[in-house]
Structure formats: structure tokens, C-alpha cells
């Protein structure tokens, strides 16, 4: 677990003291409900002036239970909002399974509760449980839902609300299905054999439901439909919402994805509150689809992928204020990234999330079996501060005004307003140059190591100069950031 880290706050001055507070002070209510801001659409806002920068770690039981019955303890939801304010993250996904069951080979069933659906019989499902009525959505489900989105809330998390699931309708890889690894179609609702509609989700009998992520079943549609809107009356009346629409969708669920954007934006004009719809990447070996689709989808906010030029893993582009952009190491490495990726997202006007083996730190949501080369908490730990770090300098920096500015910098990586205030990523450690000659007068300068999470003042900057090189202190083992504003007094 992390320790309590110091932080300056405040405006710092060279020769004055500074004050210190420990970095896990008490978290106010998530205010809301967020929408694009105006004068920089890379963040969203709650009072329409001030941004709201997102970051997080989420993972994939923090809404139904995930693992084997009688073997995998439930979730913890407590500990894990615990964890995420010790890193001072503000952001989650929450995950939603929509196949309830499968085999995984000779192990018992891994199990998602509580359902989405209500499990009435007559009858057996595949997985010798009673078979779900698609006409009734499960009560206990939208009351953990809400339950855990409105205490997110007041510990100031936003919460992404997941209603659909591309990892439930199929075995998602590269290579011919192993049989000996179960199929999560099996466990789905909308498998025939396992509910009392006469619904079909797999009408070409290839033993995958990708069909029901699209429009070509309109009854199974009108049932999605009637679940979102069950989702929406739960938890409307809550300011900390997002609303995403699936993780990891095929290709071929493109149209069907805008239609569901459409529908719940009409669906909660009519409603006290209206929330942010994101569309995130899509992924199947078939169907890849691409980050065009996100782009030019109605959604709010997308998270995209690696893809040829657009590489969010190493070089990330600079946002350009068309879609708020919640980079998910989820999406480019699935587990993976680092404190580098975060700073430089960071820097291009992104919004870094993590998806994060939280099992590595003791609560265990799946076992072991399920999750191959499991890695102690410790690799991730760098990448965990970091997001804090950078929300810590985004409440700090006036960021409303700030945009990516990489041709200032000899490093590519810096937000700016120029002539006011500049934040440089060094991935290095090594002397940059700073492009000042948009600003006159001083500034005062901060280094913050890192690695080590810590800043310190510097000697006040002279402004004026092109090419005004700056070199980290010693002391840094080597990524480093540098902070210019200007005085209070000014």
C-alpha cells in the first residue's frame, strides 16, 4: 500500500517556507453532473469554468462479484475506495459482465453477481441454474449499482458506468477458440438455452452473440433498451455518472453503439439530470474496428487505442479538443503502462486511466488460475502516484486555459498558456530547452522528481529566451517536470 506522500501547495517562492500537507486529506463530493468544457473540451467541468482532469484505477470486480462460488471471496468495495483515495485518484470504470457463468475447463463456475436479469425458471440454464426472464431486470443488481456509485460519489470518485460487455459474448482472441477454456456465450442471458423469452442472441449458430451488439435483432434491442432505461431511473438523480456503453464491442457493433448514445441522451433529456455518454475501443479478432469509429461516433468522451500513427502507448498525440480523451492502459496493453505514459498523456491533454490488477494487493476478485503471470503491487506502484500526481498539478495549474504546447519544449511534452505558466515533462533527466519569448518579467520555478514524488523550488526564471535551456537537479535519478507561473503578485 502506498505511503502518505508530501506535497507543496500552494504558490512557492524561493527563500519562503512553504506549508505541507499529507497528500490524503479528506475528499469532497464528487460535484456534478460533468459536461464538456467550453473553453478547453480536452476535460470535462461541473460549474462550467473550472476542469475536472480524471484519473483512476479500476478493475474488474468492482461491481459484481467475479470467481468461483464457495472458493473466491465477494468484492471489498470499501477497501478499494480506501485504495483509490490513498493514490488520489478520482475515476473508475465499473465493470459489468453480461454472461453470468461459464466452465473454465475442469474448474467450477466462474460467477458475475448479482445478475443484470432476473433468474426465475422454469427451467435450467446451461449452468444448472434457473433460466432468466429478459423482461425483468434484477432489483439487487441496480441497488448495488446505485449503492456504489453514490458512495464513490462521496469520496469525490467519478464513476464510469459500464452497460454492456464485448468479453461476454465471445472468447476474444487472436487464434481458434480453446475449448478447454470455456465460452462466456454459454453463460449469457440472451443464449437461448438459457432463458424462458424464446431468445435467440446467436441466430447463425456460431456459438458467439456478437449479434446482439447490434441492430439486426430489433426485439432483442427494444430489451436492451428497456434495461438501459431501468440502469438510468437508478441512478440519474446522482451527479458522479458516466455512462459507457460497452468495453471492447466488435467492429460490427458501431451503429449499434451510436444508436445507444442517441438513446440515452433523449432518454435523459427527460430527466432532472443529463450525463456524459463515452464510447470506448473497440476489439475483436474479426472485427477491430477503429478509432474513427470513436471519433466520429456522438459520444462525449472516447478511449482509443493504439492505431499506426495515434500511438497512445508511447508517444501519445495531443489532444485536439474534438472528444475528451480517457487514455485506458486497458486498451493498449490490457495490463501495463508506466509513470512515463502517464506524465506524457498528461502533458498532450489526456486523461490517463489504469486498469489495475487490484488482486496483486490482497483482495483477490478473480484466482490465481484465471490471471497467468500475476505481478507483485509494487511494478504498478510508480504508475498508481503518478495519476495522483498529475491530478495533484492539475487542481494547482489553471488548466482551463492550458493546452498542449510540445513545440515549446525540446522534450515534445508541455502544457501551456503562454506568457503565464508552463509544465514540462522530461522523460529523460536530461537538459531541455523551453521556448519563453511569449512571456516577460519572472517566474517561479518547481522541480518535481518522479520518481520520487517530491518538489522543490528553484531560483526564479527570467523570461524573453527562445531556446532557454534548463538542466534537472542532480539529485534526480532521471524523469523530471518542471513548473513555471507566474508570482501571486502579478
Known sequence: MPQKRLHLVGCLIFGISVVLIP????????????????SNPRYFTADGKTPVYLTGSHTWANLQDGGYRGVTPDFDYL????????????????????????SHGPLQHIRWEPTCFLRTGPGNALDGYPRYDLNAVNQAFLDRLRNRVAVAGQRGIYVSVMLFQGFSVSQKTNKRADPSKGNPWAGHPFNRAN??????????????????????????????????????????DLDNVLWEIGNELDGASTEWQYHMIRFIKEYERGKPKQHPVLMTFQWDASDPGSNANL???????????????????FDPPPADGSKVILSDTDHLWGIGGSEVWVWKSFCRGLNPIFMDRYDDIGDSPLPKGIIDGRKKASKWEALRRAM????????????????????LSSTGYCLANPGVEYLVFDPDGKPFTLDLSAAS??????????????????????????????????????????????????
Open 195 to 236: 432463458n424462458i423469452n424464446g431468445i435467440d442472441g446467436d441466430p447463425n449458430g456460431d456459438q458467439k452473440g456478437n449479434e446482439i451488439h447490434t441492430l439486426s435483432i430489433p426485439t432483442i434491442t427494444r430489451i436492451q433498451e428497456a434495461y438501459v432505461r431501468r440502469v438510468i431511473d437508478a441512478i440519474n
Open 23 to 38: 497528500s490524503r486529506a479528506k475528499a469532497q463530493t464528487a460535484a456534478g453532473p460533468l459536461r464538456v468544457l467550453a
Open 295 to 313: 471519433f466520429d461516433s456522438p459520444a462525449d468522451a472516447v478511449s482509443p487505442r493504439a492505431e499506426g500513427r495515434e500511438d497512445y502507448k
Open 79 to 102: 477497501r478499494y475506495l480506501d485504495f483509490l483515495e490513498q493514490y488520489h485518484h478520482n475515476f473508475i470504470r465499473l465493470w459489468t459482465w453480461e454472461h453470468t457463468s461459464y
Open 441 to 490: 518579467g519572472r517566474f517561479n520555478a518547481e522541480w518535481f522528481d518522479v520518481a520520487a514524488g517530491e518538489a522543490s523550488t528553484a531560483r526564479p526564471v527570467a523570461a524573453g529566451k527562445k531556446a532557454q535551456r534548463f538542466t534537472p537537479p542532480r539529485s534526480f535519478p532521471r524523469d523530471a517536470v518542471l513548473y513555471l507561473s507566474r508570482p501571486a503578485t502579478e
Open 388 to 407: 495522483g500526481d498529475t491530478r495533484r498539478y492539475a487542481e494547482r495549474m489553471d488548466l482551463a486555459a492550458m493546452t498542449p504546447q510540445g513545440a
